[in-house]
């Protein structure tokens, strides 16, 4: 069965710290990739999404992921994270072969940015 | 609307009752998914609806889950005989389109309890 796992539920760093957040999945055919993210008290956002091409994609708020499709990862990263990111951040996939989004999510993780 | 909106935001229900969980989606959306948070865990594919094609229904968990889609818009979630393990958010999703390249807007959910 097709899944997405992400490393790390719970992470804290402290302002100005590098993140990078695991995820990877499992499937054999193409996918498309994507990050989610909720803020507290807040609607789950897209926050970045890969579809094709160059492998290194950025997205709103200085976030970037690296898709390596031999290491079935889409990692995501932020150089300088603040404490406005503090938030839950999910991976998601979609098997392009169902036609549409049919989004599967990983358990999510939870970044605690202090000042 | 501005976003997806979803009612009630909270219900608390008890063992064997049946519950109905609202979604409205953005308005001109075509696409519209319902997903499930269970506590601890990631987003969980439930139905989604195309247009007036055929639902895919292969996330319902049992026959007591059902949903449908009025006039391809407004959606209801409704839960048979609920059960403590349906205790979640349920959250619901629309897009423009049904391709992969549409983003899903995500609502804010509908945190079910069942006591």
């Known amino acids: 069965a097709q899944s997405v796992s992400q490393h790390n539920h719970h992470v804290i760093l402290s302002e100005a710290a590098s993140l990078e957040l695991g995820c990877n999945y499992s499937?054999?055919?193409?996918?498309?990739l994507f990050w989610y993210v909720q803020y507290p008290g807040q609607h789950l956002q897209l926050l970045l999404k890969?579809?094709?091409?160059?492998?290194l994609v950025k997205g709103i708020k200085g976030f970037e992921a690296e898709f390596i499709k031999s290491k079935f990862s889409f990692n995501l990263r932020k150089p300088s994270v603040q404490w406005s990111d503090t938030a839950e951040y999910f991976c998601?996939?979609?098997?392009?072969?169902?036609?549409?989004?049919?989004?599967?999510f990983g358990a999510g993780t939870r970044l605690a940015v202090h000042p | 609307g501005a976003g997806v909106s979803q009612s009630p935001s909270n219900k608390v229900t008890e063992k064997g009752k049946d519950v109905e969980l609202r979604c409205d989606p953005i308005?001109?959306?075509?696409?519209l998914y319902w997903y499930r948070q269970s506590l601890g865990q990631g987003l969980e594919f439930l139905i989604y609806?195309?247009?007036?094609?055929?639902?895919?229904k292969s996330g319902l968990p049992s026959d007591r889950f059902s949903a449908e889609r009025t006039g391809g818009s407004v959606s209801t979630l409704t839960i048979q005989r609920t059960q403590q393990e349906d205790s979640a958010v349920y959250l619901c999703?629309?897009?423009?389109?049904?391709?992969?390249?549409?983003?899903?807007?995500f609502g804010p959910g509908t945190r079910l309890t069942v006591l």
């Open positions: 890969y579809f094709s091409g160059d492998p």
């Open positions: 308005s001109g959306h075509t696409a």
């Open positions: 609806f195309q247009g007036n094609s055929a639902p895919d």
């Open positions: 998601a996939v979609a098997p392009i072969s169902g036609g549409y989004n049919k989004l599967i």
């Open positions: 999703a629309s897009s423009s389109g049904s391709g992969v390249g549409n983003e899903q807007f």
């Open positions: 499937y054999g055919g193409t996918v498309n």
